[in-house]
């Protein structure tokens, strides 16, 4: 199984931060990454697939990028609305599917 | 707009089978990929299988021996049979469709939670 480690477990920022998530692959999965943010008693919501193509209506302040192993989700303002835990999730090696740990995502 | 809805008991007994139904409407369910996924109560994301009308179906090799997923065309829902459950299996299930051929959850429902509790 690929297995997926998210750094930092969680994170507190100040409302206009620019705040970094990264994920890293156990091995190479080329771009076969996407990222979710998941609000208290919700879905997942997909934010960004294929590594770092933006989901149509996801707020252009989320970014994604990299390849192989390390990826990383990039929020370049902090607002109040972002405050959830964030996964990521691999599909190039299944089954199975996996997905990170998640990072908590907190104000300060 | 696509709604996934999840139904089923939300408690059950070592050991008994686990059944949901996953109910589809607002969009296409021919051509799509249907997962489920589930989530423990530490929040880890466990995805369980996938399935489409084909019958192309996949399964997490944890789970493969215990897991049988179909779909009911008819009625627009597919389906999760997980048996001889145990207290790990307790967590929210989420049904869950894929975005095209690419392998991202583009709509969830709501989740079930289920409780294996003697």
């Known amino acids: 199984d690929v297995q997926m480690t998210q750094s930092p477990s969680s994170l507190s920022a100040s409302v206009g931060d620019r705040v970094t998530i990264t994920c890293r692959a156990s091995q190479d999965i080329y771009n076969y990454l996407n990222w979710y943010q998941q609000k208290p008693g919700k879905a997942p919501k997909l934010l960004i697939y294929d590594a770092s193509t933006l989901v149509t209506g996801v707020p252009s302040r989320f970014s994604g990028s990299g390849s192989g192993t390390d990826f990383t989700l990039t929020i370049s303002s902090l607002q109040p609305e972002d405050i959830a835990t964030y996964y990521c999730?691999?599909?190039?090696?299944?089954?199975?599917?996996?997905f990170g740990q998640g990072t908590r995502l907190e104000i300060k | 707009q696509v709604q996934l809805q999840e139904s089923g008991p939300g408690l059950l007994r070592p050991s008994e089978t686990l059944s949901l139904t996953c109910s589809i409407s607002g969009g296409s369910f021919s051509t799509y990929y249907w997962s489920w996924i589930r989530q423990t109560p530490r929040k880890k994301l466990e995805w369980i299988g996938y399935t489409y009308i084909s019958g192309n179906t996949h399964y997490n090799p944890s789970l493969k021996n215990r897991v049988t997923m179909s779909l009911d065309t008819s009625n627009n829902r597919f389906s999760l049979k997980l048996t001889s459950v145990t207290a790990a299996d307790t967590a929210v299930y989420y049904c869950a469709r894929h975005l095209g051929v690419i392998i991202a959850f583009d709509y969830w429902g709501q989740g079930a939670l289920v409780t294996v509790s003697s």
């Open positions: 999730q691999q599909y190039d090696n299944l089954p199975p599917i996996t």
